[in-house]
């Protein structure tokens, strides 16, 4: 049906490509433009940023407003890290060998658990707005 109106997209570039593109046209406050980076960045990008125009829709919009998670290692883990003291160097071909961590002084960091949230209506909101200011432009473009 869009290709019959002819709305489809007359390009391959991605949403990212769109999104820098509107930035860089629109005027903006500085403040406001690195609110609309940042949330670029951090939600749009990494689930949508390399979209073609043509297949962002309302569905795939949806997606946003589910919580992305990337997390260091997969499965359970222990959440510490245990920084050894080593000497300077290459380490030895045999690997090194076991020691006993409070006597050498290796240092233990702990990290604290956390709760994954969904982002607020209000940001979802506002990246929907980036989303929709550059999608404009772009119809705008041709």
């Not at 949403?15 to 903006?28: G, N, S, Y």
């Not at 406001?32 to 962002?56: C, F, Q, S």
């Not at 510490?80 to 080593?86: F, I, S, Y």
Request: glycine share 6%.
């Amino acid at each position: 049906m869009l290709v019959a109106e002819q709305r489809h997209a007359k390009t391959r570039a991605s949403l990212r490509t769109t999104i820098e593109a509107w930035l860089d046209t629109h005027e903006l406050e500085e403040s406001t433009r690195e609110n609309y980076v940042g949330y670029a960045e951090r939600h749009i990008y990494p689930v949508l940023g390399d979209e073609p125009l043509g297949k962002v829709t309302t569905h795939v919009l949806e997606r946003l407003s589910r919580p992305f998670v990337e997390h260091r290692v997969d499965g359970p883990h222990d959440c510490r890290e245990v920084h050894h003291k080593r000497p300077p160097g290459r380490a030895p071909a045999a690997g090194y060998p076991p020691h006993d961590c409070a006597e050498k002084g290796c240092k233990t960091v702990e990290y604290k658990p956390h709760v994954c949230k969904p982002l607020a209506a209000a940001s979802i909101r506002k990246i929907h707005f980036v989303i929709r200011g550059a999608m404009t432009a772009a119809q705008r473009w041709g």
